[in-house]
């Protein structure tokens, strides 16, 4: 049984669609972030905070090879996760990899009061999103090999990828 990752940018709904795809089809759901954070009994800010985004990004790949062993679950990557090859290459072999799309304006409205995403916590937060965004989302499109249009209510968006999937 393959697994489903779900990818995208901070804000697109991952854990939230995540969660509904684990109800609907009685698989284990994995989000990354609460992974890492249990895994490190840190926070991921504290992680940025302490050690720096580089080792933070080191503790992410290692949990993509840990999670690529298991079958016939359910995972919300982080942001950042899918944007780096090894990653990608790692998670690619366990099962599909899911892009969900939400627009710009969309994406700011959700993160305007964010206080837990490191990265984002700078003076013009939606100069950043639009700088990251625009580089990310060619990468997101690389690496998944489904594409849904997120900018819906997160049930509607799940059943949409339950529909592509089946
Ligand atoms: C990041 C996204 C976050 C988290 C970390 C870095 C990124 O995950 O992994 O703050 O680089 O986009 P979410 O997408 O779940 O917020």
């Known amino acids: 049984m393959k697994n489903i990752i779900l ?15 684990s109800e609907k089809t009685k698989r284990p759901f994995i ?21 720096g985004e580089e080792k933070f990004r080191e503790i992410e790949s290692g949990v993509c090879f840990e999670l690529s062993q ?8 982080g942001g950042g996760t899918l944007t780096f090859q090894k990653n990608i290459d790692i998670l690619n072999k366990t099962g599909r990899i899911v892009f969900i799309d ?13 206080t837990k995403r490191p990265l984002l916590q700078v003076e013009n937060r939606d100069e950043k999103i639009r700088e990251m965004l625009n580089k990310r989302t060619p990468i997101y499109k690389g690496a998944s090999s489904v594409y849904v249009d997120g900018n819906f209510a997160s049930g509607y968006v799940a ?3 339950l529909s592509i999937l089946r």
């Open 7 to 21: 990818c995208g940018f901070m804000g697109c709904g991952k854990s939230t669609i995540g969660k509904i795809l």
């Open 31 to 51: 989000d990354m972030d609460r992974y890492i954070e249990k895994k490190t009994n840190m926070t991921v800010s504290e992680i940025f905070e302490k050690y």
């Open 70 to 77: 298991r079958r016939g679950i359910i995972i919300a990557s």
């Open 159 to 161: 059943d949409i990828i």
């Open 102 to 114: 939400v627009k710009y304006e969309i994406l700011c409205e959700r993160l305007r009061h964010d």
